[in-house]
């Protein structure tokens, strides 16, 4: 009979607040001026994403698992579409949780959404399409495939319980550096030699098995965002080296990423239609409707399949001359 002891307990106590909440309403009826509206503060726990343990064991946990799987192991799960080096995880680390690197765990409570690059509200499917055939320089997934609706799975449990569109104490992508400053290819390149070449090799091809490219034809392409260098710059900063994130200086970080990014590394046709509003950052390394990169473009590797590395821009986006 304990059900129905708990029962009656419930009954009181929603009894006893219903007697509470009139007498409060009898009170501010009789003294408007004295009672505002909210009664007791009432304590919210911060939202956080649910740990792996936490996903369901039903149909939709398999798909969440299945699409956590793609985002470890991208290139050795969809080798036609994640041709290069990297993985979602070489940049979304610790699965996307990572507050630097750039998070995603409210991104799917966050879209659909504009973005400047694109000039257009795009859909989460699109955004992630972006990654695959920029960051990772492979080829679009199609919208519609089971391997599309495990990633979105997965995302989508990454943000269970967040409101649509976020929250304001939760960061998205990555914080800017606090200041912009000019990064110098021959300091970067002594740094590099010091600190990043045991890994990422004296080639930028990744010396050890399992650490990404930095740049050449198996690395990201220009259409990238690490490839802007103050995005670089916010990355390496707080997020490399991988064994001592934390102890480079912010001058540092430019000069990195500037070294980094003045290599050869794949194209991303269409780049040019990118920033259609004419308002592209300062950093973006390509030119666009009225934006002259700051630095010489490095020399760019041709698409084996130019078409599968773009997206198609949504029906809003009128393309004029760039
Ligand atoms: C080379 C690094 C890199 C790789 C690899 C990469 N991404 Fe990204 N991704 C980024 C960056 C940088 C952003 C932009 C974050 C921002 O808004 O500042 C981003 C943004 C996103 C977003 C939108 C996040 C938001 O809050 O708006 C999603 C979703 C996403 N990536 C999914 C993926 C998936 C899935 C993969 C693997 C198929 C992947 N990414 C691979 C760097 C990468
Ligand atoms: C101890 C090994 C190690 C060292 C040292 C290291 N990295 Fe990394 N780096 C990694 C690994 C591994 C990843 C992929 C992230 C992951 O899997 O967690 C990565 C990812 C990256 C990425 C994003 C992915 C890509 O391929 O573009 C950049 C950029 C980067 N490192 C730059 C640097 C720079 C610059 C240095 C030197 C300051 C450096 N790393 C030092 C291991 C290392």
Redesign the pocket.
């Known amino acids: 009979m304990r059900g129905s002891a708990n029962g009656a307990f419930a009954v009181t106590s929603q009894t006893m607040r219903s007697a509470k909440i009139a007498l409060s309403a009898l009170l501010c009826a009789a003294l408007v001026a004295a009672c505002d509206s909210g009664s007791e503060p009432v304590a919210v726990a911060a939202w956080a994403p649910p740990a792996e343990s936490e996903i369901p064991a039903d149909s939709f946990g398999a798909s969440v698992r299945r699409g956590l799987a793609l985002l470890r192991f991208t290139p050795e799960s969809l080798p036609a579409y994640a041709t290069s080096?990297?993985?979602c995880?070489?940049?979304h680390?610790f699965d996307g949780r990572k507050e630097s690197a750039p998070p995603l765990i409210t991104a799917h409570a966050r879209y659909p959404r504009y973005l400047d690059r694109t000039g257009a509200v795009v859909s989460i499917q699109d955004r992630v399409n972006y990654c695959f055939t920029r960051s990772l320089a492979g080829n679009a997934l199609p919208g519609n495939s089971r391997e599309m609706s495990d990633i979105i799975a997965y995302l989508a449990f990454l943000s269970r319980g967040a409101p649509v569109g976020g929250l304001p104490s939760v960061p998205t992508g990555m914080a800017p550096m606090a200041e912009m400053l000019v990064g110098d290819t021959t300091r970067g390149r002594e740094?590099?030699t010091a600190?990043?070449v045991?890994?990422?090799g004296v080639d930028g091809a990744g010396a050890?098995l399992?650490?990404?490219?930095?740049w050449g034809a198996q690395?990201?392409s220009i259409g990238a965002s690490?490839a802007r260098h103050e995005r670089?710059a916010a990355?390496?900063f707080r997020?490399?080296?991988?064994?001592?994130p934390g102890s480079?200086t912010a001058q540092d970080a430019f000069d990195?990423s500037a070294y980094?990014n003045s290599h050869e590394r794949p194209d991303s046709p269409g780049k040019e239609f990118d920033f259609p509003g004419g308002d592209a950052p300062a950093d973006v390394p390509y030119a666009t409707r009225g934006h002259t990169p700051p630095r010489p473009t490095p020399r760019l590797l041709p698409r084996a399949n130019p078409d599968g590395a773009t997206v198609p821009a949504p029906p809003s986006v009128r393309r004029g001359a760039p």
Do not use: E, W
Request: hydrophobic share 40%.
């Open positions: 080096s990297l993985r995880t070489s940049c680390q740094l590099f600190t990043c045991t890994c990422h050890i399992g650490v990404p490219a930095l690395s990201y690490m670089g990355f390496i997020n490399m080296p991988q064994d001592k480079l990195l980094v």
